[in-house]
């Protein structure tokens, strides 16, 4: 029997906002150095998790789109549902530093003034999610970190705020799958400095 579909969630390497812990969506930055060297390991990663030929669809982000690049992922598709969760007003900034203003915020747990809600987001993340069960092919999706959690969520069954419980590093990999028709997580947060030959289970 053939293996069933997986989705493979690639974050981009780092930025200099990333490593500061600034909330980045509309802001292009590029990738730092050390973003580079991230990117162009987690090639040969993705390499040995998949195990045959995927779709490639890119956040329009110049972050995503040159970690592409430099993985070696060949033909890939802009994918403007995959920005990063608007974050309005607080763009740019820490979480210490709003929670000077908004005490205990969260992304998932409050508003983004003049950005989306977690409602806003999963919408897209369900759009984008049928669109990709109902091609039926396996994709990896080069994107950003709280809406590739949030794919994670919603492709489980789960609530757009249960992103909070998958972690996803800069240059990180999740593969999303099923077991026997259910829809589930079959690797989380795969570094890119991993570098021993992964083998799938079956």
Not at 25 to 30: A, G, I, Q, Y
Not at 156 to 166: E, I, K
Not at 174 to 186: A, S, Y
Request: hydrophobic residues 35%.
């Amino acid at each position: 029997m053939a293996r069933e579909q997986r989705i493979y969630l690639l974050r981009h390497g780092s930025t200099e906002w990333s490593q500061d812990g600034r909330h980045t969506s509309r802001t292009d930055l590029p990738l730092t150095p050390g973003g580079e060297q991230q990117a162009r390991r987690v090639g040969p990663l993705l390499t040995a998790l998949a195990d045959g030929p995927a779709e490639v669809l890119v956040s329009p982000r110049v972050r995503a789109r040159r970690t592409a690049e430099l993985a070696g992922l060949t033909g890939p598709r802009t994918e403007h549902r995959l920005i990063e969760w608007d974050y309005g007003d607080y763009e740019g900034l820490t979480t210490p530093a709003i929670r000077e203003q908004v005490p205990g915020w969260t992304v998932w747990t409050h508003p983004c003034p003049g950005g989306e809600t977690a409602a806003d987001v999963a919408y897209r993340a369900d759009d984008l999610l049928a669109e990709l069960r109902q091609n039926g092919s396996d994709a990896v999706l080069v994107g950003h970190g709280h809406f590739s959690r949030v794919l994670v969520a919603r492709w489980l069954g789960l609530p757009a705020t249960a992103g909070v419980h998958f972690a996803l590093d800069a240059a990180g990999i999740t593969v999303l799958g099923h077991e026997r028709g259910t829809p589930q997580l079959v690797r989380g947060n795969v570094p890119a400095s991993t570098t021993e030959t992964l083998k799938e289970r079956p």
